[in-house]
């Protein structure tokens, strides 16, 4: 039998535990098994390609993830930052194992399989476009930034539009609702969802036993050159601009796709899950208790809250969205808002996201997000823009009123309340899990609709700037003169990011460190509309101009330097210097030098650091 060294258990999970989508992050290294395994053929033959289904057993309940490898005789350049290991082959030699979601073969399988509807052991393929031929893959990318989840971009021969492949990291027993209710919407007439165009169901050991199975990857239609509607709003909210007219469209587009879902999965009375949904939002609320004890002097107001929905009136279930928010919006030319990412929210169960709901949930949590974009626009230092996100909610549920054709506002301001507090709750423990820096924006919000009012007059959701020992004070800060040499203790382990303008759906990394005073700050690149007009490569405002300033003067000592080592006859005099005849220059040529300005600083000048060529 063919052995691996070093065998997957050597470099497996160490590589898994450093993944974005890796969820026990808390448990420290998984405890792997393997589950299932599905064999991809390369058409030619060069490529192997495994698609390993694996539970970590390592944290209070087994998780159950993919993760796709291809082999390699050789080592690819363009493949480098997905190699997982280099290991020897008994029968075949060394082997370069990549992430196969980096390697273009690899995304050309999963789209041939679609379009031929292929089976094989443990997985079946389906296709959900047209007829019509078997598009060539040109080219393959990865976005980068997604957390749950790993998306290709494939560009076609022939084709006009892309095709994105999202690829399932963690497995759950069932129909994904990202297949089944994008499907059931597109199939329905809108044009407010990307037209799907296959997808993949794989079988696997249930951890407690038996078969399980449920989808590996769904393949849709790319948009190319849209903007996600929170990089608009959060420019629009830096810059106090009105975003009335697009969130009262925006309102309108939810309205009509909730109406789709009604006609394709039907309803259901709130009585027969009133009391299943009332204890789901207390243990959301007990976990966010314990994910932030400030928050635990606030239990009886919250639980009070849901105490009351179930004595009232609920509408009618249905299936939504589950996870909405203006990361999930696409504008698109000729075409309005498009609805992503039907998935649900990734932290709670599958079972639990596939089962109808109250529609104003996606309500709630569209008016949760205008406020994270103000609070982060406060952040960033654009100051208080609390009006700003009144006037958006507004505009919103105006748009939603009109869209659904009644406005029913006056009668479920409770439950709109109460679910708006229940999606306020669960994002203080999604951002303590997974942006602890952002914990403050929905601590915030549940203070808000609980009814207490800021102290320091700024809109509520605006995170505080953290104490730090050692932090970046700013001017008058103790330690202001130590900060400028060193980043902030608080995040100088962490890297600058670059702005991938292609990704309409990772919103998070745009956003500006919300610790105002760190030199890390400008992790945003200068140029791009959501960087602040001040902040630069330099890092914190306060000090760019001293930094410049500090760098001249080294500059000038270093010029000063050089000069002193110099025997007198070679020297050349100091800028304004008063020459004599027969010094440096030689004999009959007194004049007084003049006085050019000093170099731009490294990084403010040429592309080199020197002096542009106006100034030589």
């Known amino acids: 039998m063919a052995t691996l060294t070093p065998t997957f258990e050597d470099f497996l999970p160490a590589w898994v535990a450093r993944q974005r989508w890796y969820r026990g992050k808390r448990a420290g290294a998984p405890a792997l098994r393997r589950v299932s395994s599905i064999r991809w053929q390369d058409p030619f033959g060069e490529v192997g390609i495994d698609d390993h289904l694996l539970v970590d057993e390592s944290g209070p309940e087994p998780v159950v993830y993919q993760v796709p490898l291809t082999y390699r005789a050789e080592a690819v350049p363009f493949l480098e930052h997905a190699l997982v290991a280099t290991a020897e082959h008994s029968e075949l030699g060394t082997r370069y194992i990549y992430d196969a979601t980096h390697d273009p073969v690899f995304a050309d399988v999963l789209l041939r399989e679609m379009y031929a509807e292929h089976e094989v052991p443990a997985a079946r393929a389906r296709r959900l476009a047209p007829e019509g031929p078997v598009p060539a893959l040109a080219s393959s990318r990865v976005l980068t930034g997604e957390q749950s989840n790993t998306s290709i971009i494939v560009d076609m021969h022939g084709e006009d539009l892309p095709v994105i492949i999202k690829l399932f990291r963690v497995l759950a027993e069932g129909d994904n609702p990202d297949v089944s209710v994008q499907t059931a919407v597109s199939r329905g007439g809108s044009r407010q969802v990307p037209d799907p165009v296959g997808s993949i169901e794989g079988r696997w050991v249930a951890p407690g036993g038996g078969e399980a199975h449920g989808h590996l990857a769904f393949a849709q239609e790319f948009l190319p050159g849209t903007e996600d509607a929170w990089r608009r709003a959060l420019v629009a909210a830096g810059a106090d601009r009105d975003f009335t007219e697009s969130a009262r469209s925006l309102g309108a587009a939810t309205a009509a796709v909730h109406a789709v879902l009604r006609d394709a999965f039907g309803t259901r009375p709130a009585a027969d899950r009133r009391s299943t949904l009332v204890a789901q939002m207390r243990t959301r609320a007990e976990q966010a208790f314990r994910d932030a004890p400030e928050l635990s002097a606030y239990r009886e107001p919250v639980l009070g ?30 075409r309005g808002w498009v609805l992503l990412d039907f998935e649900g929210e990734p932290l709670r169960p599958l079972a639990e996201r596939t089962e109808p709901d109250l529609a104003l949930r996606d309500v709630a949590g569209m008016l949760r997000s205008f406020d994270y974009a103000a609070a982060s626009a406060a952040a960033s230092g654009a100051g208080d823009r609390g009006a700003w996100a009144t006037a958006a909610r507004e505009s919103f549920l105006d748009g939603y009123a009109t869209g659904s054709g009644e406005d029913r506002r006056e009668e479920l301001t409770a439950l709109l309340a109460a679910l708006e507090l229940d999606k306020a709750l669960y994002e203080v423990s999604y951002e303590a899990q997974n942006r602890p820096d952002w914990v403050a924006i929905p601590v915030a919000a549940v203070r808000r609709l609980l009814g207490e009012p800021a102290a320091d007059g700024r809109h509520r959701g605006a995170p505080t ?121 030689g004999p009959g040529r007194e004049r007084r030098l003049p006085a050019r300005p000093h170099p731009p600083a490294r990084g403010h000048g040429h592309r080199d650091g020197a002096p542009r060529p106006a100034d030589r």
């Open 305 to 334: 809250v849901y105490a009351e929905l179930e004595s009232s009136d609920l509408p009618d279930l249905q299936r939504i969205h589950g996870d909405y928010h203006l990361g999930q919006v696409l504008d698109a030319p000729d």
């Open 465 to 585: 700037v953290p104490a730090s020992p050692r932090g970046c004070g700013g001017r008058g800060s103790p330690h202001h003169r130590r900060d400028r040499r060193r980043s902030c203790s608080r995040h100088r382990h962490r890297p600058r990011r670059r702005c991938d303008e292609g990704d309409p759906r990772e919103h998070e990394r745009h956003a500006p460190c919300p610790h105002l005073g760190c030199h890390r700050r400008g992790h945003v690149r200068a140029g791009h509309p959501l960087c602040p007009a001040r902040v630069g490569r330099t890092g914190c405002p306060l000090r760019a101009g001293r930094h410049r300033r500090r760098l001249r003067r080294l500059a000038h000592r270093g010029r000063a330097a050089r000069r002193s080592a110099l025997p007198p006859a070679d020297r050349r005099p100091a800028r304004g210097q008063r020459l004599r005849p027969g010094v440096g220059l």
